[in-house]
C-alpha cells in the first residue's frame, strides 16, 4: 500500500468543491433502488464506501447506471430485488453492511453479507439483536456477533427498537426493515443521531414522525423515485476547514457542503474554540440543508466535548484531537466510547501517532485529553488501514515542522479520494 510524504503548509488559499456525503449517497442508493420509477442521484459520493453499495445493490438486482457522480436507478418497487447467487462484498463498509441487514430482513430470499478484514472484526450483534427481536433471521460468526452474516428473509410485522447506545446506522436498519414490516414500526432514540434516512424516506413519500424521542413510520411504506443532489460530505469538508483555521494567512470558501444540524458538531466546538467558520448561501435541498463555509485562520482555545454533542461530530474526533495541539488549554473528550469500534479502535490509534508527532494527549476510557498548544515535528506515523486516522495526522502533518511519512495513507479513498489533490491544489 502506498505511503505518503507530506510536509509543513505556509498558506492555504481557495475555492473548494467537496465530493458528495458518504451517508447519504448509501442512503439514496439503496432508497431508490427500492423506489418505483427513475430516480436521478447528482454529485453520489466517490468513496470507495458508497461504490460498495452500488455494487452490493447491483448485485441485488437494481438497474443502476452511473457514470462519474450521476447516477440514474430504475426502480421497480419494493419487492423489485431479488436473492444475489453469490455472497455480497460489502468491503470495509460498516453502514452498507449495517444498512442493508435491514433493507434484506423482510425480503422472501435469503442473501450473505462478508466484508474486509476490518469490518469482519466490527460489532453487527448491535443490528442482529434488534432485527432477531423484531422476528428477522439472521446468524453470524462467534454467536451472532461478526460478519460474514446470513439473513433469511422472514415476513415482519411489528417492528419496534429502543436504542442502547446512539447509532444512526442501527436506527436506520430498523427503518428500512420497517418498509417492509406489515405492522407498526416505531424506534426510540435517547441521543438524537444523524437522521438523513429520516429526511429522505420523507423526501420518497414515506410519512416518519418525530415525537420526542419516538420515530414512526407512517401507513404507506412505498417510496417514490425522486431527483436526489448530494451535498458536499461535511465529515470530508472537515479536514480542510480545520487546515483553514490552523494555517495561518488561509482563507478558504467550501462550496455546496452538508449542513445538516445532525452532523455540525464541528462547527459548534469551533465557534466554541474561539474560530467563526461563516455559513454562506444556507438552503434546504432534497430534503437536507446546505450552505457554502468561509473558513480564516484563527487563534484557538481548549474545549470540552461530550454528552448529546458527541454523536454530531462522532467521524471527526481524530481530527479534533489534532486540532486540540494548537489550542490553548486542556481539550477534553468524553463520552465517545463508541470511538473504539469504528475501522479501527480511533483512540488508540490517534492517541499513539499524534504523540510521535510531540503531542501531549492522553488516552481515556471512553475519549481522551489533550494538552495545547504544543509545536509539532515531522514523524512516521501508521494509518490503521482508517481513512480518517490518516487524514487526520495527514493535517498534523501539514502543521508540523520537517517532513511526514503517513504509512498506507491510500486509505483515504474509503471515504474521500480527492483529498491529497485537493490539498495540494489550495496549498499551491
Ligand atoms: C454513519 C453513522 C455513524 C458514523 C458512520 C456513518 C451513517 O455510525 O460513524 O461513519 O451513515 O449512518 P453510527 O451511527 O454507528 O455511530
Known amino acids: 500500500m502506498a505511503d505518503i510524504s507530506l510536509s509543513q503548509i505556509t498558506r492555504l488559499r481557495g475555492d473548494v468543491i467537496i465530493p458528495g456525503d458518504k451517508s447519504i449517497s448509501h442512503r439514496a442508493a439503496m432508497l431508490a433502488s427500492v423506489s418505483e420509477g427513475i430516480s436521478h442521484i447528482r454529485?453520489?459520493?466517490?468513496?470507495?464506501?458508497?461504490?460498495s453499495t452500488l455494487n452490493c445493490m447491483q448485485r441485488l438486482g437494481a438497474d443502476i447506471r452511473s457514470r462519474g457522480s450521476e447516477v440514474e436507478i430504475h426502480g421497480k418497487g419494493r419487492w423489485s430485488l431479488s436473492e444475489p447467487g453469490n455472497v455480497l462484498d460489502c468491503g470495509n463498509s460498516g453502514t452498507t453492511m449495517r444498512l442493508l441487514c435491514g433493507l434484506l430482513a423482510g425480503q422472501n430470499f435469503a442473501t450473505v453479507l462478508t466484508g474486509d478484514a476490518s469490518l469482519r472484526r466490527r460489532p453487527?450483534?448491535?443490528?442482529?439483536?434488534?432485527?432477531?427481536?423484531?422476528g428477522a433471521e439472521i446468524y453470524g460468526r462467534q454467536a451472532n456477533r461478526l460478519a460474514p452474516l446470513f439473513i433469511r428473509g422472514t415476513s415482519l410485522s411489528d417492528v419496534n427498537y429502543e436504542l442502547p447506545v446512539a447509532s444512526s446506522q442501527v436506527k436506520s436498519a430498523v427503518l428500512l426493515a420497517g418498509l417492509y414490516a406489515t405492522g407498526n414500526v416505531q424506534v426510540i432514540e435517547p441521543v438524537r443521531s444523524r437522521d438523513h434516512t429520516e429526511r429522505m424516506l420523507t423526501f420518497c413519500g414515506v410519512e416518519v414522525q418525530r415525537d420526542g424521542a419516538v420515530i414512526s413510520l407512517g401507513k404507506n411504506r412505498q417510496p417514490t423515485a425522486r431527483d436526489f443532489q448530494i451535498?458536499?460530505?461535511?465529515?470530508?469538508?472537515a479536514f480542510i476547514i480545520a487546515l483553514g483555521l490552523m494555517v495561518p494567512g488561509s482563507r478558504l470558501t467550501l462550496h455546496d457542503v452538508g449542513v445538516n444540524p445532525t452532523r455540525t458538531g464541528l462547527l459548534s466546538?469551533?465557534?466554541?474554540?474561539?474560530?467563526?467558520?461563516?455559513l454562506l448561501n444556507e438552503r434546504l435541498v432534497a430534503n437536507e440543508p446546505l450552505a457554502d463555509i468561509r473558513v480564516t485562520?484563527?487563534?484557538?482555545?481548549?474545549?470540552?466535548?461530550?454528552?448529546?454533542?458527541?454523536p454530531k461530530l462522532i467521524?471527526?474526533?481524530?481530527l479534533i484531537a489534532v486540532i486540540a495541539t494548537q489550542a490553548q488549554g486542556q481539550t477534553i473528550v468524553r463520552d465517545a466510547l463508541e470511538l473504539r469500534i469504528k475501522e479501527s479502535d480511533r483512540i488508540a490509534a490517534i492517541a499513539s501517532e499524534l504523540k510521535k508527532m510531540g503531542a501531549e494527549i492522553e488516552e481515556t476510557e471512553d475519549g481522551f485529553v489533550v494538552e495545547g498548544p504544543t509545536p509539532l515535528h515531522g514523524a512516521v506515523c501508521r494509518s490503521y488501514d482508517d481513512h480518517r486516522i490518516a487524514m487526520a495526522l495527514s493535517v498534523a502533518a501539514c502543521l508540523a515542522d520537517g517532513?511526514?511519512?503517513?504509512?498506507?495513507a491510500d486509505c483515504v479513498g474509503i471515504s474521500f479520494p480527492e483529498f491529497f489533490k485537493i490539498l495540494k491544489k489550495i496549498a499551491a
Open 297 to 310: 485562520s484563527a487563534p484557538l482555545k481548549a474545549a470540552e466535548i461530550g454528552g448529546s454533542l458527541i
Open 269 to 278: 466546538v469551533l465557534r466554541q474554540m474561539g474560530a467563526a467558520p461563516e
Open 403 to 408: 517532513e511526514s511519512v503517513i504509512r498506507d
Open 124 to 134: 453487527m450483534d448491535r443490528i442482529i439483536k434488534p432485527l432477531v427481536q423484531n
Open 43 to 51: 454529485n453520489y459520493s466517490s468513496a470507495i464506501d458508497c461504490q
Open 231 to 237: 451535498p458536499g460530505d461535511i465529515s470530508s469538508a
Open 315 to 318: 467521524d471527526e474526533l481524530p
